[in-house]
């Protein structure tokens, strides 16, 4: 026979009756069964009665009535609870009637908040009323956080209610929440500077994050209301009325520009330690985001301090390089058609995330901006990370620069290393674009030659090892040429000549043939050759 001496026989009922809650036979019988091994109901847990609601709440009460069980505190208990997580009045009157029928008083049961309890109940005073005058929160501090939801839902009536019956909730907290009430409402913050609470806990005005809060929630009604009534608290003490960084990067990366440009304009912007914070840095959050009407807005601003603008030049730079890796291209224009230059390095960094579009604008024009040594890290980033166009275009770029030819040796016997790992990529259209475009250099050097061949076998880059069969063959190249002079007179493309290649396939065998037998290229030939004839 079990008792209630079982540590677990306790919780394992409580899980019970949650999973069967809804089959009223299955109910009937556990609490038979309960009767029959004597456990205290009163001990069992109900903290597992999640989706508890008024119907299953009824349930429970008739089975507990037909077994002559006493409805537990433990379940009222948590039939307060699931009832303001589902804003079901009449589930708590029918609770509190039932718990005061049995236990004379409910006053004394303590409910656990928690946001999920009172995300609906706090804006809906007709349950506040009955749990004010009847429940009441465990550790006391449920009714403060009710009156920031309250806040936030911009429920005046609720807070009027707390005001006119509760001793405490409502801080500084409270006029922050306000502050951030959806849909540009500010009701209740103008009632809270209206009539400030003469409360223990409250401040009569908000903290200096009521106005990052709002700039979140794009509230500008409330913005403007607690710089005309000079809300906020200020950490040094004196009458400032500030906002920090924080709230102008709120406005600016979500792109509310009208935040952004009321905070500006109206009120000081400082870092969290009360140093100015302005314009300069506010650019960089702009243009990250991109938004291109904020940056006009600031920097209009900054045109009026000429001096200090060409002081800070270093953050429009670090602005210009935001706006570019991030793909911002009208920002980007913004800045090149003003002649504002950016960092060298931006180059690398926009070719490394593949912004084509943004490669071809600081080409045409950022010459200016970046020298032969920038186009070059810029190539090298292409190569890496296999772009194409973008490498196309690179190279026409350094086409276009005067280069000294033992810069450009070098250069490319460097690249040998960062083609080995587009080999390892299988890079196949960047490596031979490389190789096509400094034929003549790396030709003269027989080991990188060497070794792109090799390495094009090796890693079985079958568009590469074609470039070689038919670039750098002597022997293919002549047949060639002979059977393009043949199509040129019968304009006939096919050629019966066996010493030519008739498929691209036979002309990497033929190729390969070619090799010592011992050589890499001989042994990775005949490996694949049954293959390749395929």
Not at 473 to 502: A, D, G, H, R, V
């Amino acid at each position: 026979m079990y008792n209630s001496s079982n540590s677990n026989i306790d919780g394992r009922l409580g899980l019970a009756i949650h999973r069967v809650f809804s089959n009223k036979l299955v109910l009937r019988l556990i609490f038979h069964h309960a009767k029959e091994i004597h456990i205290d109901l009163q001990d069992v847990s109900y903290d597992s009665l999640h989706m508890l609601d008024r119907e299953m709440m009824e349930l429970f009460f008739q089975q507990a009535r037909i077994s002559g069980f006493k409805v537990p505190i433990n379940f009222l208990k948590r039939c307060y609870e699931c009832a303001l997580i589902n804003n079901d009045v009449e589930m708590l009157l029918l609770a509190l009637d039932k718990h005061v029928a049995l236990y004379v008083d409910a006053s004394t049961t303590e409910i656990t908040y928690n946001a999920r309890t009172m995300k609906k109940a706090a804006n809906n005073l007709e349950i506040l009323e009955v749990v004010h005058d009847n429940l009441k929160f465990k550790a006391g501090t449920g009714w403060e956080e009710i009156a920031k939801s309250a806040a936030q839902w911009d429920n005046v009536e609720v807070i009027k209610f707390m005001a006119a019956r509760r001793t405490v909730g409502l801080s500084e907290d409270v006029y922050n929440f306000a502050a951030g009430a959806a849909d540009n409402r500010c009701e209740v913050l103008q009632y809270l500077f209206d009539n400030p609470p003469h409360l223990p806990s409250a401040t009569g005005r908000a903290s200096f994050l009521a106005y990052t809060i709002a700039a979140g929630a794009r509230n500008l009604n409330a913005i403007k209301l607690l710089y005309s009534m000079r809300g906020v608290t200020s950490i040094s003490g004196n009458d400032r009325n500030y906002c920090t960084s924080s709230a102008l990067g709120a406005a600016l990366s979500a792109g509310y520009a009208e935040i952004a440009e009321y905070l500006l304009e109206h009120v000081e912007c400082v870092d969290d330690y009360g140093k100015p914070k302005g314009s300069l840095h506010a650019i960089k959050h702009a243009c990250s985001n991109g938004h291109l009407s904020i940056v006009h807005f600031l920097m209009e601003t900054l045109a009026k301090n000429p001096q200090e603008l060409a002081r800070r030049a270093h953050i429009i730079r670090d602005a210009i390089f935001q706006a570019a890796i991030n793909n911002h291209l009208d920002v980007v224009k913004y800045f090149t058609d003003r002649n504002f230059p950016c960092w060298p390095s931006t180059l690398e960094s926009v070719v490394e995330r593949g912004h084509l579009d943004m490669v071809e604008h600081f080409v045409e024009h950022g010459q200016s901006y970046f020298n032969s040594d920038n186009l070059l890290g810029g190539l090298e980033m292409s190569i890496l990370s296999g772009q194409l166009d973008i490498t196309k275009l690179l190279l026409i770029q350094l086409d276009n620069k005067d280069l000294s030819t033992s810069k450009t040796t070098t250069w490319c016997q460097l690249m040998g290393s960062l083609l080995t790992q587009a080999f390892t990529n299988y890079h196949s259209q960047t490596i031979i674009l490389y190789i096509s475009h400094f034929e003549s250099i790396v030709k003269q050097n027989t080991y990188t030659y060497s070794k792109f061949r090799t390495d094009a076998f090796e890693y079985g880059l079958i568009p590469v090892i074609h470039f070689f069969t038919n670039k750098h063959n002597p022997k293919i190249n002549e047949n060639q040429n002979q059977n393009q002079n043949n199509n040129n007179n019968n304009n006939n493309n096919n050629n019966n000549n066996s010493s030519n290649p008739t498929t691209m396939y036979e002309g990497i065998l033929n190729f390969g043939s070619l090799f010592n037998e011992n050589s890499v290229v001989r042994r990775i030939v005949e490996k694949n050759r049954k293959y390749w004839k395929k």
